[in-house]
């Protein structure tokens, strides 16, 4: 069990770019989350994966924001025309159906956006 | 809504002494788990502790432990013998049995002095 990982760890970037992140799932959690984390404050939830199924997404994750999962593996969350706004961590967690409520974060990904 | 609030933004501790921190919360669930999390500086999230709310006894990992008053909707973590390395962000996060989202509070800074 490596944990939860995410890629890049940080990622500096233009205002109008599009940018990706990546996050692996501890290998046999079936729920996979994504959170928004701007200094000084909790994690912001965005988006839950349940296999590959997008149950849920916060009012937060507006149309730039995009979220897949497409072999109930690994995930990804793409920005596109990232805005200044954007620059946070953003940070993914991994949990199992039957113990959803414990879940395990990975280190994050730091974007700032110039 | 749920919401989850920490009152202290920032708090110091003696090493080898016992510190408190604060977290309230708001929900009309019956049942639904809380937890602490830590975020040491530039690392990674890790659970602390969790408390299920249908359990009357309050939890214990080791020095830490939870008051859980759940007619008061409080739950506060007690650290005790502190140590250099309990220095990290604390933040108190909620969520409802299905674990669909979590709610965090902005946090709690936690400096252990030698």
């Known amino acids: 069990d490596t944990g939860v990982s995410q890629d890049p760890r940080h990622k500096i970037t233009k205002r109008g770019q599009n940018v990706t992140f990546r996050c692996d799932p501890i290998?046999?959690?079936?729920?996979l989350y994504w959170y928004r984390q701007t200094l000084g404050q909790g994690p912001e939830f965005l988006t839950y994966?349940?296999?590959?199924?997008?149950?849920?997404k916060s009012r937060l994750l507006s149309d730039r924001f995009s979220a897949e999962r497409p072999k109930g593996s690994f995930s990804t969350l793409e920005i596109q025309r990232t805005e200044q706004g954007d620059s946070a961590m953003y940070l993914c967690?991994?949990?199992?159906?039957?113990?959803?409520?414990?879940?395990?974060f990975g280190p994050g990904t730091r974007l700032l956006v110039l | 809504a749920q919401t989850v609030t920490q009152s202290q933004p920032e708090m110091s501790v003696q090493e080898a002494e016992t510190v408190t921190l604060s977290c309230t919360y708001d929900?009309?669930?019956?049942?639904?788990?809380l937890f602490w999390y830590k975020q040491p500086p530039s690392r990674q999230m890790i659970l602390v502790i969790r408390?299920?709310?249908?359990?009357?006894q309050n939890a214990t990992e080791n020095r830490f432990s939870v008051n859980f008053q759940k007619a008061a909707k409080s739950f506060s973590l007690k650290i005790s013998d502190s140590q250099l390395g309990d220095t990290a962000m604390y933040f108190c996060?909620?969520?409802?049995?299905?674990?669909?989202?979590?709610?965090f509070g902005t946090g709690t800074s936690l400096t252990v002095i030698p």
């Open positions: 967690a991994s949990s199992l159906v039957g113990n959803q409520e414990t879940q395990y």
């Open positions: 996060a909620f969520t409802s049995n299905t674990g669909n989202q979590f709610y």
């Open positions: 290998s046999e959690h079936n729920r």
């Open positions: 929900t009309s669930e019956n049942n639904y788990y």
């Open positions: 408390q299920e709310a249908y359990k009357q």
């Open positions: 994966f349940q296999n590959e199924a997008q149950l849920e």
